[in-house]
T-cell receptor, first 113, second 111 residues
Framework: GAGVSQSPSNKVTEKGKDVELRCDPI?????LYWYRQRLGQGLEFLIYFQGNSAPDKSGLPSDRFSAERTGESVSTLTIQRTQQEDSAVYLC???????????FGPGTRLTVT | DAKTTQPNSMESNEEEPVHLPCNHS???????IHWYRQLPSQGPEYVIH???SNVNNRMASLAIAEDRKSSTLILHRATLRDAAVYYCILRANFGNEKLTFGTGTRLTIIP
């Protein structure tokens, strides 16, 4: 079946602009996660959703970052007033439910110039 | 989450077994040991996980020490496609949905 998809695959934006990154989880997966991976580093947890609710927003780096999920499906990660330090690969994952294996998408490579 | 310690890098010859170690001396009784790997330019993928007993699946085997303070991921016959960064992660059984990734072990396969 279809895996987790993310769009766009690459995004180049100017400093100060807003960006939206999209994640389509595997159908039927109730949990969805966002991670960030800077060049040469491990993954950094940002936020997760159980259904449409986000019980843990502790990983969001600043108030410029926000995320939402609708219909227990698609999620959007929004970064306002992008900064150069926001440049990274943003990865989305989904899992069937609580504590299950996470399946990752291919990521969106964000470059802020 | 309790922390894990892995070597930064390892090399192995193609078609030979690979043993990737992970130390987790502060593991709690309810922590599962998960392994994910990340192939170049891809998102991570699940490899295997276990609690106390050794585990086998089509990708690998997981050997867990009796005191659970360390574990070893075993690739029985490495191929070039196994070149990746391997992450050993502890995950609480309840109340924690996120995976805390360290820097992992970069595995290089020598043809």
């Amino acid at each position: 079946g279809a895996g987790v998809s993310q769009s766009p695959s690459n995004k180049v934006t100017e400093k100060g602009k807003d960006v939206e990154l999209r994640c389509d989880p595997i159908s039927g997966h109730t949990a969805l996660y966002w991670y960030r991976q800077r060049l040469g580093q491990g993954l950094e947890f940002l936020i997760y959703f159980q259904g449409n609710s986000a019980p843990d927003k502790s990983g969001l780096p600043s108030d410029r970052f926000s995320a939402e999920r609708t219909g227990e499906s698609v999620s959007t990660l929004t970064i306002q007033r992008t900064q150069q330090e926001d440049s990274a690969v943003y990865l989305c994952a989904s899992s069937l439910g609580f504590g299950d294996i996470q399946y990752f998408g291919p990521g969106t490579r964000l470059t802020v110039t | 989450d309790a922390k894990t310690t892995q070597p930064n890098s390892m090399e192995s010859n193609e078609e030979e077994p690979v043993h990737l170690p992970c130390n987790h001396s502060t593991i709690s009784g309810t922590d599962y040991i998960h392994w994910y790997r990340q192939l170049p330019s891809q998102g991570p993928e699940y490899v295997i996980h276990g609690l106390t007993s050794n585990v086998n699946n089509r990708m690998a085997s997981l050997a867990i020490a009796e005191d659970r303070k360390s574990s070893t991921l075993i690739l029985h016959r490495a191929t070039l496609r196994d070149a990746a960064v391997y992450y050993c992660i502890l995950r609480a059984n309840f109340g924690n949905e996120k995976l805390t990734f360290g820097t992992g072990t970069r595995l290089t396969i020598i043809p």
